[in-house]
């Protein structure tokens, strides 16, 4: 035994100044996290906090998911109120759904759907987007012969009752002027609406429905700008022209170009590819276009990249941290929830003792008795 | 470029997680959602975790300064943009930096001038109206019926000292706790796609698919009261707000329209025929005047 009392020495010296390194550089954890229960009072080391592992209201520990205390019985739809407690399935079919609300499993209706007899066996039984009866709500009847149209009675302004339908007369092509009146070309070679001629239809034109008329128009997004339609129709694509963009004779400057009728790109944005984006803060062109910031995308729910000023970084959101370092992982720790990274990395609740990690403390409860260390 | 970026970020968020460990012991006692990025230098904007979004207590901004006063919208290009009602101007703020490579889906504005974005991936931002920098929230995204959803505030009572609340349209209505981020669902919703807003502490839906705005009842989310309006769009990108006793409804496929909607003569009236962006997010905050600027 003797010959081993350096390395023991050295152990217990390196042990020593190793838990002196990590209660100095721990002061703060000690004081101000009792998961362990260890405080010093009146000279002595008291243990008052012990070991909670019963999850606090409103979560729990249900069979089949990960961790400990990590299901929220107000919100979990498989555990709505209690564990293995589903709220009712319903499929696409069905114009309703169910919600978990306060640990109460709520049933939602689809959108122009409602729940007009208050019985929740049939669902959502009444439509309300075209009933008379009950337009837009139950029991909300339209007058005497006015239709109920997209959860409304009658037409809005500016649209016309064709049948059971709201039109606008002055742009539908198939109720041009009137109800079914159908915007085509003239069968009449007479018909004085042939303005380049009977049955001459210039390039990039048709006939359609304008301040309810029918009459040979530019087919969109062409434009006569050169006012020359009998001759070469409408030559012009005010979509991409960046002479005539969006507007005969709408110009755009000289760095940009014409995107679907608008001048692009802004002042301060740079273009790549078809789109106009921020370098300094656009985390898939950051500094230039096609330098994406890597690490893993929001859609992770835990990080994700941003660029700031065009340098990339990463962030993590609220409640987690990348506690291995390891970029390609993002934040992998759930503080809220981890046993290993309770709070903050490297705050261990003890594991073995089944001590949850709950909103990012390790539970405990007041001791029985105190222990006297 | 794309290769040589990967390893250094790799290298960096080696060196930053034993760093982070390290810290550990040092925030052990910090709630999760207390960690504080400050100022972003090298390490922590390489890998940092940023601070919850919303001001920290104590430091909020002022309720009702002028800027909360105004229209916000969110383009597709994810610019944040101030529309004046008054000369129909768009202003543009800055660029949306939030976390992610999603793109902008809905918006509503507070007192304070933090402007709550929803992205395409369910994650809702706090904004800050100023300079448009961004903050990840707590929120849980993909709830059951509420994957996306329109957003608007309203006050809770005439008095707006009695606070106000962020409601949500997604699968029905329902409240959003701004501190906790906890969703509490209030009832069905019998239009379509919603987007909301409100007039003081009434709370109104916008369903692009009907061209309907309804006041809806904020305990049920029964439907009290509709209005008929022109701005009807069976697909495509809308938002929706109130400003001066109008509704001001943004519709449009690939650029949008404003339409103004004056529930006081029943009238749509359209006001910029093509803002040149395809806006997605519309947001006045509950200060905004409720009559016509005289």
């Not at chain 1, 339908?165 to 742009?171: E, K, N």
């Not at chain 2, 949500?168 to 239009?191: E, N």
Request: with cysteine; net charge negative; glycine share 14%.
């Amino acid at each position: 035994m003797p010959p081993r009392r350096p390395l023991r020495l050295v152990l217990l010296l390196s042990t020593g100044l190793a838990s002196l390194m990590l209660q100095a550089s721990c002061a703060r954890s000690v004081e101000d996290t009792p998961y362990d229960g260890w405080r010093f009072e009146s000279g002595i080391t008291v243990k008052n906090a012990c070991i909670q592992t019963e999850c606090p209201a409103p979560f729990a520990t249900c069979e089949g998911t990960r961790g400990l205390c990590t299901v929220d019985l107000r919100s979990d739809v498989d555990h709505c109120g209690a564990c293995d407690s589903p709220c009712p399935r319903t499929t696409t079919k069905t114009p309703w759904s169910y919600v978990c609300s306060e640990g109460k499993c709520q049933m939602a209706c689809a959108p122009f759907y409602a729940d007009c007899n208050g019985s929740t066996a049939d669902g959502c039984e009444t439509s309300v987007r075209s009933d008379p009866a009950n337009c837009g709500a139950c029991g909300a009847a339209c007058s005497e012969g006015v239709i109920c149209w997209k959860g409304a009675c009658g037409c809005p302004s500016g649209f016309t009752q064709c049948g059971d339908d709201c039109v606008r007369l002055d742009s539908d092509n198939q109720n041009c002027g009137a109800c079914g009146s159908v915007c085509q070309a003239p069968e009449s070679d007479a018909d004085p609406r042939w303005t380049c001629g009977p049955g001459v239809m210039p390039p990039r034109t048709k006939w359609m429905c304008g301040d309810s008329a029918c009459t040979l128009q530019c087919r969109p997004p062409f434009a006569n700008c050169n006012k020359d339609l009998c001759g070469d129709g409408c030559e012009i694509d005010l979509s991409t022209d960046r002479n005539n963009c969006g507007a005969c004779g709408n110009a755009c400057a000289a760095d940009q170009w014409c995107q679907n009728g608008t001048c692009n790109c802004p002042a301060g944005l740079t273009r790549c590819g078809d789109y106009c984006v921020d370098i300094a803060t656009d985390p898939n062109h950051c500094g230039g276009c096609g330098n994406y910031c890597v690490g893993p995308p929001s859609s992770s729910g835990k990080g994700g990249p941003t660029c700031q000023g065009g340098e990339c970084g990463y962030v993590c959101f609220p409640g987690f941290a990348d506690c291995d370092g390891d970029i390609d992982n993002g934040c992998e720790a759930n503080l809220e929830t981890s046993q290993r990274n309770c709070g903050a990395c490297g705050t261990q609740c003890d594991v073995a003792g089944g001590q949850p990690c709950v909103r990012g403390e390790c539970l405990t409860k007041p001791c029985e008795e105190p222990v006297v260390r | 470029m794309t290769r040589r970026l990967a390893g250094a970020w790799r290298a960096v968020g080696r060196a930053l997680g034993l760093a982070a460990i390290a810290a550990g012991c040092a925030n052990s006692g910090e709630r999760a959602s207390g960690f504080v990025e400050g100022e972003p230098d090298a390490a922590t904007a390489a890998s940092g975790q940023f601070e919850e979004g919303g001001a920290p207590p104590g430091t909020e901004p002022v309720e009702c300064a002028e800027a909360t006063t105004q229209i916000y919208v969110v383009a597709t290009d994810k610019g944040l943009y101030r529309f004046n009602p008054r000369d129909l101007s768009f202003k543009r703020i800055g660029t949306l930096g939030c976390p992610t490579g999603a793109g902008t889906f809905s918006m509503a504005i507070d007192r304070r001038g933090t402007a709550w974005v929803e992205y395409t991936d369910g994650r809702v931002y706090a904004v800050d109206t100023n300079d448009a920098t961004c903050k990840p929230t707590s929120f849980k995204p993909g709830q059951t019926g509420f994957d996306l959803f329109g957003m608007g505030f309203a006050l809770n009572g005439d008095d707006p000292k009695e606070g106000e609340t962020l409601y949500v349209a997604g699968t029905g209505l329902a409240s959003l706790d701004t501190k906790s981020f906890d969703l509490k669902f209030i009832g069905s919703l019998t239009g379509g796609r919603t987007e909301l807003t409100s007039i003081g502490s009434k709370l109104f839906g916008f369903s692009v698919d009907s061209g309907l705005v309804s006041r809806l009842n904020k305990q049920t989310g029964a439907t009290e009261a509709t209005h008929r309006t022109s701005a009807i769009l069976e697909s495509g990108g809308f938002a929706f707000a109130h400003w001066g006793g109008s509704f001001w409804l943004f519709t449009g496929r690939t650029t949008s329209t404003v339409t103004a909607y004056s529930p006081t003569t029943d009238e749509s009236t359209v006001m910029v025929d093509n803002t040149g962006m395809l806006i997605v997010g519309a947001g006045s905050s509950t200060c905004a005047p409720i009559t016509p600027p005289k």
